[in-house]
């Protein structure tokens, strides 16, 4: 009894830690600010929600003159900021929504937090749940996207995504009774379903969850629970597709959710069925069970690798980690990590994480175990240890041996699942962190921007590396009564070694510098904060303000402006195009006409000294100098209200989208 007494005060203390060290920067920010562009994004959403009840079809206050097509958007985070503001300000009435917004990141990585340490108490005892909740807690990379003012939806989705896999594992649990499955599966199904409308991403989470089936499928020989998978795919495969536009005709970003979410889960629900009905009819085949289900996933892999390769060049606009046009390019968050970011954010805990993964193989399936091992081993060099592995062989040979180890994880995960002789409920667990692992790291390994969501396995794979060594060094003793104080005893001087040592390395040192200083406030108290608020006194709310697509959001939500483009990147080749013909333009009817042609009234320009550099400051009364009022030509920020000549006409090559759907729409109305 005490020991079930203590695990909700160690996970509170845990909560609390995680808590205190993510709003350490809250005194950093300047009132009404973020650290985070997409935050204003979010900010502006929830805002349009509390005031109308829901969003309007199209936001005609971005993207002008067509406006943001909010039916390709994933927009439950706005809803989720709004209506808790809503909930919240009925006890306190003080609380605005834009607070709620600035802790919200915080609140959704703790339940996340408390979610899983509690999960990993049922399946891993109390010291191995409290060893992966203080990693976590004070990992820096887990911490920048999940502190205070960062107001992005990094940690909602995070929180969601462990939901959807720890509920998921829950229901797998036969031993528990038929209820208590029912509601779990239905709690597991309806978060993805809240994932799906939530995230581009979420597929992630989702195929950790298939990766399971697919083993369930492959250990086993007969189709056991195959009603609770139906159910589990019903609550969001055909609510995703009526709800959400984007499942059903998307593009952009969207174009692929409907191949990449919906249709996995539910060809593993024809396979499944396929084979039982296989069974049922053909009573010979019934010993080659599991051969059978082997050959039906095999044909499923070929299909799915097919479609992606028939589809190919559909995803260099749309898919982040291996597009290569210039917009992707030059955001910073999207380049490749080297050796030095994963010390910085993670200290040992990369590496040990690491090893626990490689480890945790061996550990449950001996012999056929090595044979995963080696390629976790792999890819974990050629993933964290690509900068110095690319030296030897260059980086076109790197990527091919990384692609590779991929693919030699994918045949023995199927080789070992299709020789397991018994299935075991224990090694779900394990396979989908190890599932976790391969993925999210994958995706880090070319784009800084998913390392946040790495924390997790890391932490689990350090913790099951210290849980070894101590039961190793605990197995020794003889006597058997003080084994388990021992065994606790080494794990916590494992783990205190691990957060502490070396000295200016571990993780530990850089915790509350990564909740205040490694996001600074955007825009921070600078000249383009001080022209936003300028905008907002002077500037009428029907403005339309052209500018780097960088401070889109900002403008919408400070400067309290329209916009033609902002990070939202949701058409790219208007990026392109504003530099092309602004930025770099050779004319100034050029510039006059693509600006017309986007509804601007007025034109802002940062940089060194904007107003002598632009169209090499030959401009004419079509430009009205009006922001700064002293010193114009030195400022580094400048404001032209626009005044078209009557020979200045819009022209439709200036609103070219690269969707064809769209340009069609365009021409004919041209």
């Known amino acids: 009894m005490k020991k079930v007494a203590s695990v909700p005060i160690f996970i509170c203390l845990i909560l609390l ?11 950093n920010l300047p009132s009404g600010q973020f650290t985070e562009t997409d935050a204003y994004f979010y900010y502006w959403q929830a805002g349009l929600i509390s005031e109308h009840g829901q969003l309007p079809l199209r936001d005609m206050h971005r993207w002008l003159p067509l406006g943001r097509d909010l039916g390709q958007t994933l927009n439950l985070y706005g809803y989720v900021l709004a209506y808790t503001h ?28 408390a979610s899983l340490c509690l999960f990993l108490y049922h399946t891993h005892g109390l010291l191995f749940s409290c ?15 999940s502190a205070a003012g960062f107001g992005d939806r990094d940690a909602f989705c995070l929180m969601i995504g462990l939901l959807a896999v720890i509920t998921y594992l829950t229901s797998l649990q036969a031993a528990q009774p038929l209820h208590h499955r029912l509601f779990w599966t239905l709690f597991s199904g309806f978060t993805v379903f809240l994932g799906g409308i939530s995230w581009e991403g979420f597929g992630v989470f989702l195929t950790v969850i298939l990766c399971v089936e697919i083993w369930r499928f492959l250990t086993s020989e007969t189709e056991g629970g195959l009603g609770f998978y139906l159910l589990w795919v019903l609550c969001f495969v055909p609510t995703l597709f009526l709800v959400s536009p984007a499942y059903r005709s998307g593009y952009g970003f969207a174009k692929h959710l409907f191949a990449f979410v919906l249709v996995p889960p539910t060809l593993l629900l024809g396979i499944r069925m396929l084979r039982h009905l296989i069974l049922l009819k053909v009573e010979k085949l019934r010993l080659h069970a599991r051969t059978l289900a082997l050959g039906l996933t095999l044909a499923s892999v070929m299909f799915s690798i097919s479609y992606v390769w028939i589809q190919l060049d559909t995803f260099a606009d749309t898919t982040v980690p291996i597009s290569q046009n210039a917009v992707m390019q030059s955001m910073t968050e999207l380049r490749t990590p080297h050796y030095g970011y994963w010390v910085f954010r993670y200290g040992g805990v990369f590496l040990a994480g690491s090893l626990g993964f490689i480890l945790i193989p061996v550990s449950l399936w001996k012999k056929q175990g090595i044979l995963f091992s080696i390629p976790i081993a792999l890819f974990t060099l050629f993933s964290f240890f690509r900068q110095h592995s690319d030296k030897l062989w260059g980086e076109p040979i790197g990527n091919i041996l990384f692609y590779v180890t991929i693919a030699g994880c994918a045949v023995v995960f199927l080789f070992v699942a299709w020789r397991r002789q018994l299935e075991s409920t224990s090694e779900w667990v394990f396979l989908a962190f190890i599932i976790y692992f391969l993925m999210w790291v994958a995706l880090s390994r070319d784009a800084k921007r998913y390392d946040f969501f790495i924390g997790v396995a890391l932490s689990y794979g350090s913790a099951t590396l210290i849980q070894h060594l101590a039961e190793m060094f605990s197995e020794k003793l003889q006597d058997a009564s003080k084994a388990s104080a021992i065994k606790a005893g080494a794990a916590m001087i494992l783990l205190t070694f691990l957060m502490c040592l070396p000295i200016k390395n571990a993780h530990t040192y850089r915790s509350l510098y990564a909740a205040k200083e490694m996001r600074k406030a955007v825009p921070g108290n600078t000249a383009v904060a001080k022209t936003f608020y300028w905008m907002k006194a002077h500037l009428p709310r029907t403005a339309v303000v052209a500018a780097n697509w960088r401070y889109g959001s900002q403008l919408n939500v400070i400067g309290g402006v329209k916009t033609i483009t902002d990070q939202d990147t949701y058409l790219q080749h208007w990026i392109d195009l504003y530099y092309r013909h602004v930025i770099f333009a050779k004319t100034e009817r050029e510039t006059l006409e693509f600006l017309k042609t986007h509804h601007a009234t007025h034109l802002m320009l940062v940089g060194d000294k904007p107003a002598k550099h632009f169209l090499n400051e030959h401009l004419s009364e079509a430009f009205l100098p009006i922001y700064p009022t002293e010193n114009f030509a030195d400022a580094d920020v400048n404001i032209w209200e626009l005044h078209y000549p009557p020979d200045i006409h819009a022209d439709v090559k200036y609103l070219k989208t690269g969707f064809p759907e769209i340009d069609a729409h365009l021409q004919l109305s041209e």
Not at 88 to 111: D, E, G, K, R
């Open 17 to 27: 830690l995680s808590f205190w060290v993510r709003i350490q920067g809250v005194d």
């Open 86 to 113: 809503k909930a919240v300000a009925t006890v306190f009435a003080n609380i605005s929504l834009y607070q709620v917004c600035f802790y919200m990141p915080v609140i959704c990585f703790c339940i996340g937090l």
């Open 131 to 145: 060893s992966v909740g203080i990693l976590l807690a004070t990992l820096p990379g887990s911490i920048e996207r």
